[in-house]
C-alpha cells in the first residue's frame, strides 16, 4: 500500500514555466518535508511543516514555494524554473515523536527544456 | 555549520562484508540514520542509532561512537540486489531536521 504519493513521477517544463509538484501521504504524519536532489548529491532540504507551520530553509532559493492545504497533501511550487532546477524533487513524511524515522515517496523527476 | 563525510565509491564481493563509514560535525544530534537508494528511487530506511553501540537488523548492523562523531553501515553476505547508494543521515536536536551525508555508491560485483 502506497503511504507517501507523488504525481507526478516524472515532469518536463520549460525554463520559466511555472510548475507545481504534489504529495500526498496516508499515515496521517504531522511532519512533511520537500528535498531536491542532484545526480549523485545528497538530499537538500529545501522546507517542511510541522502540522501547519512552515519552515524554510535558509538558502532555499525564493523561487521556490510551497503550500500545506490540510495534513494530507503537500505542494511544491516552482515560479520561474531555471535549468539548475532540473532534479529529482523527494517529499517525505514523520510522525510526531522525536525518535521517528522518515517515510520518503518515489519522488518526480523534473526536467527543465 | 553541518558536515557528513562519507567514501564516494566501494566496491565488494558477493558474498563479502562490507562497512561503510560516516564521520559527522553538526551543531546538534538527536540520532543517526543509514538509508538505502537505488538508482532513480527513494531513499529507504535501513538502520537507526541514537546510543553508542551496535545495532543488528539481519544482514545489516550500524555503529555509532557520539565521542568521535562516527558511525558505520556493516553490509554482510553481500547480494547483487546491495548495490545501491547508502545515506547517512544525522537528525537535529528537535527532531524534526535531518542533513544528508553525499551517500556511498556500492557495487556488489559477481
Known amino acids: 500500500d502506497a503511504m507517501v504519493i507523488q504525481n507526478p513521477r516524472y515532469q518536463v517544463t520549460q525554463f520559466g514555466k511555472p510548475v507545481t509538484l504534489s504529495c500526498s501521504q496516508t499515515l496521517n504524519h504531522n511532519v512533511m518535508y520537500w528535498y531536491q536532489q542532484k545526480s549523485s548529491q545528497a538530499p537538500k532540504l529545501l522546507f517542511h511543516?510541522?502540522?501547519?507551520?512552515?519552515?524554510n530553509e535558509a538558502d532555499t532559493p525564493d523561487n521556490f514555494q510551497s503550500r500545506r492545504p490540510n495534513t494530507s497533501f503537500c505542494f511544491l511550487d516552482i515560479r520561474s524554473p531555471g535549468l539548475g532546477d532540473a532534479a529529482m524533487y523527494l517529499c517525505?513524511?514523520?510522525?510526531?515523536?522525536?525518535?521517528?524515522?522518515?517515510?520518503f515517496g518515489p519522488g518526480t523527476r523534473l526536467t527543465v527544456l | 555549520g553541518q558536515n557528513i563525510d562519507q567514501p564516494t565509491e566501494m566496491t565488494a564481493t558477493e558474498g563479502a562484508i562490507v562497512q561503510i563509514n560516516c564521520t559527522y560535525q553538526t551543531s546538534g544530534f538527536n540520532g543517526l540514520f543509514w538509508y538505502q537508494q537505488h538508482a532513480g528511487e527513494a531513499p529507504t530506511f535501513l538502520s537507526y542509532n541514537v546510543l553508542d553501540g551496535l545495532e543488528e537488523k539481519g544482514r545489516f548492523s550500524s555503529f555509532l561512537s557520539r565521542s568521535k562523531g562516527y558511525s558505520y553501515l556493516l553490509l554482510k553476505e553481500l547480494q547483487m540486489k546491495d548495490s545501491a547508494s547508502y545515506l547517512c543521515a544525522v537528525r537535529d536536536d528537535y527532531g524534526q531536521n535531518f542533513v544528508f551525508g553525499p551517500g556511498t555508491r556500492l557495487s556488489v560485483l559477481p
Open positions: 517525505a513524511t514523520k510522525g510526531p515523536r522525536g525518535t521517528d524515522t522518515q517515510y
Open positions: 511543516y510541522y502540522d501547519k507551520d512552515f519552515n
